[in-house]
């Protein structure tokens, strides 16, 4: 039988690096992409047309990847007067209830956001029109959808780091409240 938990922490991680590989993979293209287009531009005088909107993309791309991370580190905005004011136990009954709603949401968003990116599946990447066409005397025609179904995927993935959160969390008050048993005294009063 495999070991579940340490199975789970690998594929975790590996999900995490797979993340951090292509948004690193995004940001250093933008910044070469930018670059060259800065160079083409001043020194050359002449500019390249297609590199502010494959920037764009790359970007749209990489913010909508790394939105369960940065969930899942803390870095969204909060308000933590109400939880903090909490026992432990208070806090998670807390975390559950606000993350029903925000699944929910986030899940209704990813179906929208699909739909909306289905509609324009027979317009083409401008961008990536261009740079194929120089390259090969052809359209490559990628369909523009492919953008816009970052929100989808961004929208699912930080839909499943609101559950893992949950559970962990749940995980961990479990494991607490079996370490910490109430006294015999306690327990029949």
């Not at 060259?36 to 500019?47: A, D, I, P």
């Not at 803390?74 to 903090?84: I, K, M, Q, T």
């Not at 559950?96 to 929910?104: E, G, K, L, S, Y």
Request: aromatic fraction near 12%; hydrophobic fraction near 55%; include cysteine.
């Amino acid at each position: 039988m495999t070991d579940t938990p340490g199975a789970l922490a690998r594929f975790v991680t590996g999900y995490v690096r797979t993340i951090r590989l292509l948004a690193g993979l995004c940001m250093g293209l933008i910044v070469v992409i930018m670059i060259t287009q800065v160079f083409f531009r001043y020194v050359l005088g002449g500019s390249l047309i297609w590199a502010e909107e494959l920037c764009r993309y790359l970007l749209i791309w990489q913010t909508f990847l790394v939105l369960g991370l940065a969930y899942t580190r803390g870095e969204f905005v909060s308000l933590d007067f109400l939880p903090s004011a909490l026992p432990p136990r208070g806090r998670w009954i807390l975390r559950a209830v606000m993350a029903m709603p925000i699944v929910a949401f986030l899940m209704v968003m990813a179906w929208y956001g699909y739909d909306f990116a289905s509609r324009f599946d027979r317009q083409t990447i401008p961008a990536l029109d261009f740079i194929w066409t120089s390259l090969t005397g052809e359209a490559l025609g990628l369909s523009i959808k492919w953008v816009y179904v970052s929100v989808t995927v961004g929208l699912a993935l930080m839909s499943l780091h609101v559950i893992a959160e949950l559970i962990v969390t749940c995980r961990r008050q479990l494991i607490e409240n079996a370490d910490d048993p109430k006294p015999a005294t306690e327990a029949s009063a």
